[in-house]
């Protein structure tokens, strides 16, 4: 009989004091692992290995931890339909009276963790400076899309944020921002912990962003997860995510504590039927056949929880740009206290506080 061994990608997460290469040395040599990756400026790496081994390195003093390279994927449900009708989004949560206040800063920067973003597209290519970002799937420094026939999510959260105003074509996002892009979801909408955690520390190392859009989950977290996460909150970083599009269990990396969590509400002016729901969820957005760019100078309509946080974070970026000084817990105090609550009394496992209000947080932050 013929025995299968099968083999799978899992992070090693060595001690600050160990040397990496002497450990890939030494477990290569010992056990014939396979390094497949070093996770950059991090004492970790991606290897292949059978269970029989994973069991082996965990006895290892120098090992943090070890844990399966998880795949995350984006949340939202696609639409290839196009129309001409009008974006419904920013009436429902009166972003149009915020505009009345402020239209945002440029010196606001939202990165967005994601598929790659058509920084060309003529209705975003305004809100790009010289950087552009970084791929982390492809290890290269343009984050644009490799497949713009169907890597479109991340174009199209990225024109809820930040679609250019005033400028007579498609549409206009929640604010003017600076936009960086960084690609850690393939064009299949995958992505595996150690791309996106290196997006995370990319994103906590860059001195400009203040808001990180994560419109991406799993069904479980990890412990590289959670340390990029708890990197970009111990930075500063306002990270906002999607809840998730189950139905069920809030994903991650949405479900973390110091993560704004994202539900969709739907036009029928309920919550979305798909939209994740329990205690971690902060704040709802609209989220159902939402207008928005994708590549190739082109618009469609798509749905998800992936679509409604980035109209939080674009909503956020408008707070910072009327008082930069804002932290963590204050935004969060203030999207609560003036959210809309159209669900139960107070606050509920569906929508959090309530359907976020955009002239409402706006103006309170003024007054901080």
């Known amino acids: 009989m ?14 600050e004091k160990a040397s990496l290469d002497a450990f890939i040395n030494d477990v290569g040599n010992r056990f014939g692992v396979r390094v497949l990756k070093k996770i950059r400026n991090f004492p970790a790496l991606v290897v292949e290995a059978d269970s029989a081994t994973v069991e082996k390195l965990r006895k290892d003093s120098r090992i943090r931890y070890i844990h399966r390279n998880n795949i995350y994927r984006t949340v939202y449900i696609p639409n290839d339909e196009y129309f001409t009708q009008e974006e419904w989004g920013p ?23 994601d598929e790659g973003v058509d920084y060309t597209h003529v209705d975003l290519a305004n809100q790009f400076g010289l950087y552009k970002g970084y791929d982390f799937v492809d290890d290269d420094s343009d984050p644009a899309p490799d497949d713009p026939d169907n890597e479109m999510h991340g174009t199209h959260v990225a024109g809820i944020i ?4 005033n400028n007579t074509i498609g549409i206009a996002g929640a ?60 930075r500063g970083k306002i990270v906002i995510a999607a809840a998730g599009n189950n139905g069920g269990a809030v994903n991650y990396p949405a479900a973390y504590e110091g993560v704004i969590a994202v539900a969709a509400w739907d036009t029928s002016n309920t919550i979305a039927s798909f939209s994740s729901r329990g205690p971690e969820v902060d704040i709802a957005a609209p989220g159902v056949w939402i207008l928005s760019t994708v590549p190739n100078n082109r618009l469609a309509w ?22 930069p000084d804002l932290t963590l817990q204050e935004i969060t105090d203030i999207l609560c206290a003036t959210a809309i609550d159209v669900l139960d009394s107070g606050r509920d496992i569906f929508t959090g506080c309530g359907l976020v209000n955009a002239e409402a947080a706006v103006r309170a932050s003024q007054g901080r």
């Not at 972003?95 to 945002?104: E, F, P, Q, V, Y």
């Not at 069904?219 to 990197?231: H, Y």
């Open 175 to 234: 604010g003017n921002f600076t936009l960086v892009s960084y690609r850690a979801m393939d064009e299949t909408g995958s992505g595996t912990t150690d791309n996106i955690f290196e997006a995370m520390m990319e994103a906590a190392q860059n001195p400009d962003v203040r808001i990180v859009n994560m419109s991406l989950g799993a069904s479980t977290g990890d412990s590289l997860m959670k340390e990029g996460i708890d990197t970009l909150i111990a």
């Open 91 to 113: 009436f429902v949560v009166f972003l149009n009276r915020a505009w009345d206040i402020t239209t945002g800063d440029r010196a606001i920067t939202i990165a967005i963790i």
């Open 2 to 15: 013929i025995e299968f061994i099968l083999a799978l990608q899992y992070i090693v997460r060595l001690d």
């Open 162 to 165: 930040a679609a250019t105003m």
């Open 302 to 323: 798509m749905s998800g929880t992936s679509m409604a946080a980035p109209l939080v974070s674009g909503i956020v970026g408008l707070m910072l740009s009327v008082n």
